[in-house]
Nanobody, 126 residues
Framework: QVHLVESGGGLVQAGDSLRLSCAAS????????MGWFRQAPGKEREFVAA????????TYADSVKGRFTISRDNAVNALYLQMNSLKPEDTAVYYC???????????????????WGRGTQVTVSS
């Protein structure tokens, strides 16, 4: 089992940038497909981005494509989400998640991911 801890959230203004990090406890971090999800108040948790085990391929939700970039550093067991041109509608709790299955195309369903962090709050003011 992998333990995930997110960090980097905060309160920013529209147009600003933030970089989220997710630290993984598991030394086999590189064996997991990783993803970012978010959940806004009163809404269901939704997919944001995912990345393959080696980091060579990624996929994004249409709502963040061109603004967010997912990356990972397997040497330090870390996952990142660079968020640029933030909008008020990006306000949510952001979660990182690990998928044990090695499938392609990358999975985007909440139920597809096996391990979750507790989340970090991102608030974007207008």
């Amino acid at each position: 089992q992998v333990h995930l801890v997110e960090s980097g959230g905060g309160l920013v203004q529209a147009g600003d940038s933030l970089r989220l990090s997710c630290a993984a406890s598991e030394t086999t971090f590189a064996s997991y497909v990783m993803g970012w999800f978010r959940q806004a108040p009163g809404k269901e948790r939704e997919f944001v981005a995912a990345i393959t085990r080696a980091g060579g391929s990624s996929t994004y939700a249409d709502s963040v494509k061109g603004r967010f970039t997912i990356s990972r550093d397997n040497a330090v067991n870390a996952l990142y989400l660079q968020m640029n041109s933030l909008k008020p509608e990006d306000t949510a709790v952001y979660y990182c998640a690990a998928d044990r299955l090695r499938v392609f195309p990358l999975r985007v369903g909440v139920d597809d991911y096996d391990y979750w962090g507790r989340g970090t709050q991102v608030t974007v003011s207008s």
